[in-house]
């Protein structure tokens, strides 16, 4: 399976928004779990966002909650699904490198609770390349 491709970066001034593409390849079920994370050059990949094919339920880091909504696209082939991460009222903290990964889980393990990120790294084919983002004045 290819691993998702990122899309949609770019610099913003503080306070901006900002809506970054992610594409996943593949029959798309319902207990899939997209993941939204962000890493900075030289820093651990931090996961801030998922949302669970299945019922669209989500859940988000407290650093993004309120700032930041994550959707699904209407993709008309069945083996591509794009998702979407709406950024608002971006900071200069959130200047990173931002990816998604996708994973089969439970609901509960998905969005019920902060997700264990780290399975989306050891489960194939794992996080895209990722899409800057720059948040300066």
């Known amino acids: 399976q290819a691993r998702p491709v990122e899309s949609g970066g770019g610099s913003v001034q503080p306070g901006g928004s900002l809506k970054v593409s992610c594409v996943v390849f593949g029959v798309v079920l319902g207990s899939r779990c997209i993941a939204w994370s962000r890493q900075v050059s030289g820093k651990e990949r931090e996961g801030i966002a998922t949302v669970y094919y299945g019922d669209r339920s989500t859940y988000f880091d407290d650093s993004v909650k309120g700032r930041f909504t994550v959707s699904l696209g209407r993709d008309k082939e069945a083996r591509k699904t794009t998702v979407y991460l709406q950024m608002d009222n971006l900071e200069p903290n959130d200047t990173a490198d931002y990816a998604c990964?996708?994973?089969?889980?439970?609901?509960?393990?998905?969005?019920?609770?902060?997700?264990?990120?780290?399975?989306?790294?050891?489960?194939?084919?794992?996080w895209g390349q990722g899409t800057r983002v720059t948040v300066s004045s």
């Open positions: 990964a996708s994973a089969l889980t439970l609901q509960s393990e998905c969005s019920g609770g902060r997700p264990d990120f780290g399975m989306f790294t050891t489960r194939p084919p794992g």
